[in-house]
């Protein structure tokens, strides 16, 4: 009898013991998965309207230089920069060692896996990069992409990273879809880095491995060049995907602020006026930009891109 019941007590604690084990797995999936929640709203016709659009980039104006005079301007804030990075504790995200892009790619996995896309429903409050968070933690788990860009580049700036965020475009104005995606500055081979922190992250390579930006990716769809796309940033795929050919539609033309600094859309906490004076169009020849905003229009791709 003592002995038929050792048995069945121990029994009883091996499946305690599985369950446990099975729980704590469950934990740990529930929450890597939500680490990695991608919510993508990809339009599904864009692969099939890849080559349409590519032509689009190969047939329509030029790049040209002209007189037109642009001029980014980064507005410091070292007492802001020191809030960021302590609210988020940017430093334990890399090795202060590591290169401008390691430190990069970190700060861009952080947002990108902890924050979905979704064309938010309720606006934040406060549109800069510790509002931005509370908003996510507080009101809804996930924005946009304008949003992701917004954070990521206060992140990257407050972490001494110059960056800027760029409006990605169609051709087509009655398209209201566009993009906006981070360039990273790489002092040590001194070029922009595209950096997308939405739709589960994204960078780019050529396929030799060097990172492009926008404007080498624009010139290699125009090439019919392969490039190496890399989704979560992670492994990378010469494979037309969705996001390849999403691309393809939004770098017909580009825009971007004059002035750069913290709170940059905030208009509710800082109505600086500085940052927000003057706003930079790179189109091609022939090609009037549209939406209600006012442009200082450029041909130049090196003026732009300086």
């Known amino acids: 009898m003592k002995r038929t019941f050792k048995i069945l007590l121990k029994t009883i604690l091996y499946l305690l013991a599985a369950i446990g084990a099975l729980a704590v797995a469950f934990i740990i999936f529930i929450n890597t998965s939500k680490l990695y929640y991608v919510s993508v709203n990809f339009n599904e016709s864009n692969l099939a309207r890849f080559e349409e659009r590519v032509d689009l980039l190969r047939t329509g104006g ?6 037109t005079f642009v001029d980014v301007e980064y507005i410091k804030d070292s007492v802001r920069a020191q809030e960021i990075m302590d609210y988020f504790q940017l430093d334990t995200l890399y090795n202060g060692a590591a290169s401008t892009w390691d430190k990069a790619l970190a700060i861009g996995k952080f947002v ?6 979704d064309n938010q429903k309720v606006q934040p409050e406060y549109k800069n990069a510790i509002g931005l968070w509370e908003y996510t933690r507080n009101v809804a788990p996930a924005f946009n992409c304008r ?3 917004i954070m990521t580049f206060e992140l990257l700036t407050a972490a001494g990273i110059k960056a800027r965020y760029i409006t990605c475009l169609p051709q087509d104005e009655n398209d209201n879809d566009c993009h906006v995606v981070n360039e990273v500055w790489l002092p040590e081979t001194g070029q922009w880095a595209m950096l997308d922190t939405d739709m589960g992250g994204h960078y780019v390579t050529d396929l030799d491995g060097n990172l492009l930006s926008l404007r080498q990716m624009r010139e290699k769809y125009i090439n019919g060049e392969k490039m190496m796309f890399y989704p979560a940033f992670e492994k990378g795929s010469s494979k037309k995907t969705d996001y390849y050919a999403y691309m393809a539609k939004n770098t017909y033309w580009f825009c971007c602020w004059g002035a750069l600094g913290f709170y940059q859309e905030d208009y509710t906490t800082l109505p600086h006026s500085a940052l927000r004076n003057r706003y930079y169009a790179l189109v091609p020849e022939g090609f009037e930009p549209f939406r209600d905003i006012v442009y200082t ?3 130049d791709p090196d003026k732009f891109w300086k």
């Open 112 to 117: 990108a896996f902890n924050i979905p896309h």
């Open 147 to 149: 949003l992701h860009s």
């Open 297 to 299: 229009v450029t041909h």
């Open 62 to 67: 030029v790049y040209s230089p002209d007189s």
